[in-house]
């Protein structure tokens, strides 16, 4: 008879022990164990001709032919490297997206931070995009793969640090310039006064005695010493108060920038959302109703989840037990809590419902236009009240860019978030200038243009600002931030404040001053 096995796993390979023997078992299970290493489902033809009378049996593994090529299950192992355009991957919660592609089913909330730099996750659903590197919080989704290897958005992004690092010209040392002048001067000199005596009949031992003492009496020492003990000594200074140059050019090129451009999240603000606003329904005291959103929103692992129970818990509200407890990727959360059916989520969500007031309306669009994200909450489809929720500045932000604009230096705000987010933002920090909606890539192109200006400094801690880092005059990384982002900026700010930033500017004007007086002196000397 002919058989058809599907050969899914090591019960397939059970099911094929008991119907053809031990022997092809073993094959069968080899076979098997060499699919799932790439997670691929197989299915076997079998037909009664590979069974020969004399009992001799062909090796089965030739006659395994693929039906399912094109899923690979994240159950197993598998290698990013071998997923091919066009196959179909499927992405459990807390997994990493492997490749850029298209979500074919499935609604889940996916981490951009790794591209984006934006703390809140972003809802992603069926026919929206997803990149390589980014990570699946929540949701069960099938994505097709369209770019992969070399071709994702973060293999570009590798890329472009590589390729702009290739092409940073290196600055001349000022010491440099000066002695291709000061020497070849000094020899002339002593030539032209050897000539000189012998033209007024000095011997020639006479003359050359002169010539001699014009060289020995220039100091090359002062020269040589002008620019690299004020260069060590500045850097020095920088160590001691958590500014680390890492080169003396990036000492001397931070003096003379002009235009600061920095990064929103995790630069200007803290890189992670928290609770701003509590406005409770009436008749309900805020800790009441944040004690029922805490109890609502502690099994999430959603970022906004976690900040409503970091609010609660630095408030010392207790934690109600809550039962059933659902999360719907992209709209909301719901569950049971002392026996009351909670909800909680958007406005479009809440709205959806039950019945949202004119007034409660206008309190969450009141909150979007200041940057932040309102969380309605529900019980038992009475409305309970309102959170915000935004990616709040840095204590030190405000000052630092003030001190910025005091010394001459336009600050420009650089993120990928929405315009109305980066606008609330941008007016909290005082910055001169905001452009939204910028992607990596978008960030390098936006520093080459600002350099037509003038010299430009970036400041950025993530993975998407390192190809603006390396294309500045000067890059600035936040100690804290990301690993590429601190091996590709030329400054690193240790103490992650960013007042450090003015600080490095005034140290390297200093310190470029003192070059200047030095080289003045070595030469007031000789003249």
């Given at each position: 008879?002919?058989?058809?096995?599907?050969?899914?796993?090591?019960?397939?390979?059970?099911?094929?022990?008991?119907?053809?023997?031990?022997?092809?078992?073993?094959?069968?299970?080899?076979?098997?164990?060499?699919?799932?290493?790439?997670?691929?489902?197989?299915a076997a033809l079998l037909a009664d001709s590979i069974f020969s009378s004399d009992g001799v049996y062909?090796?089965?593994v030739g006659y395994l032919k693929p039906v399912i090529d094109t899923v690979h299950e994240l159950g197993g192992v598998w290698i990013a490297d071998e997923v091919q355009p066009g196959d179909i991957l499927a992405v459990r919660p807390g997994e990493s997206i492997p490749a850029d592609g298209i979500i074919l089913s499935g609604e889940t909330s996916v981490d951009e931070s790794a591209l984006t730099g934006e703390s809140v996750p972003v809802d992603k659903g069926e026919g929206d995009k997803v990149s390589a590197a980014t990570h699946n919080t929540s949701g069960f989704i099938r994505v097709k793969a369209l770019r992969v290897g070399e071709d994702t958005g973060f293999a570009q992004i590798i890329r472009m640090v590589s390729d702009a690092a290739a092409t940073k010209a290196p600055i001349a040392r000022i010491a440099d310039?000066?002695?291709?002048?000061?020497?070849?001067?000094?020899?002339?000199?002593?030539?032209?006064v050897t000539v000189v005596w012998l033209l007024l009949g000095a011997s020639l031992a006479e003359a050359l005695t002169y010539g001699i003492s014009v060289l020995v009496i220039s100091c090359p020492c002062a020269l040589g010493l002008a620019t690299p003990v004020a260069i060590m000594v500045g850097n020095g200074v920088g160590a001691r108060n958590g500014i680390l140059f890492k080169t003396s050019e990036a000492l001397e090129n931070a003096g003379k920038i002009q235009i600061v451009a920095l990064d929103k999240t995790g630069t200007i603000t803290?890189?992670?959302?928290?609770?701003?606003?509590?406005?409770?329904?009436?008749?309900?005291?805020?800790?009441?109703?944040?004690?029922?959103?805490y109890a609502l929103e502690c099994p999430s692992e959603h970022p906004l989840a976690r900040a409503v129970t970091e609010k609660a818990?630095?408030?010392?509200?207790?934690?109600?037990?809550i039962t059933g407890f659902r999360n719907l990727p992209g709209h909301g959360i719901s569950g049971t809590v002392e026996g009351h059916a909670l909800m909680g989520g958007s406005l479009s969500f809440i709205s959806s419902r039950i019945s949202i007031s004119d007034t409660v309306r206008k309190e969450a669009e009141r909150l979007a236009e200041e940057g932040k994200t309102p969380l309605l909450f529900v019980r038992d489809d009475e409305y309970l009240g309102m959170l915000g929720a935004a990616d709040v500045i840095k204590s030190d932000s405000a000052q630092a860019i003030q001190e910025l604009r005091n010394m001459g230096i336009e600050t420009i705000m650089l993120t990928g978030d929405n315009g109305k987010t980066a606008r609330a933002i941008a007016k909290m920090a005082g910055v001169d200038s905001v452009i939204a909606g910028v992607l990596p890539d978008g960030k390098e192109a936006t520093i080459r243009n600002l350099q037509k200006?003038?010299?430009?400094?970036?400041?950025?801690?993530?993975i998407n600002d390192a190809p603006a880092l390396v294309r500045a005059d000067t890059?600035?990384?936040?100690?804290?931030?990301?690993?590429?982002?601190?091996?590709?900026?030329?400054?690193?700010?240790m103490n992650s404040r960013l007042t450090d930033v003015s600080a490095a500017v005034r140290l390297?004007?200093?310190?470029l001053k003192n070059i200047y007086e030095n080289l003045f002196w070595a030469f007031a000397y000789n003249v």
């Open positions: 008879d002919t058989y058809r096995l599907v050969i899914d796993g090591k019960p397939a390979a059970e099911c094929a022990a008991e119907e053809f023997g031990n022997w092809m078992a073993g094959e069968v299970r080899k076979a098997v164990a060499d699919m799932e290493r790439h997670g691929i489902k197989f062909p090796d089965p310039k000066v002695s291709a002048v000061f020497v070849p001067a000094v020899i002339a000199i002593a030539a032209v803290e890189g992670k959302p928290q609770i701003t606003d509590i406005l409770p329904a009436a008749g309900l005291s805020e800790k009441e109703f944040l004690s029922l959103a818990e630095a408030l010392g509200l207790l934690k109600r037990e200006r003038g010299r430009t400094a970036m400041v950025g801690d993530g890059g600035i990384a936040i100690g804290t931030g990301t690993d590429v982002a601190v091996d590709s900026a030329d400054i690193v700010l390297s004007r200093k310190t």
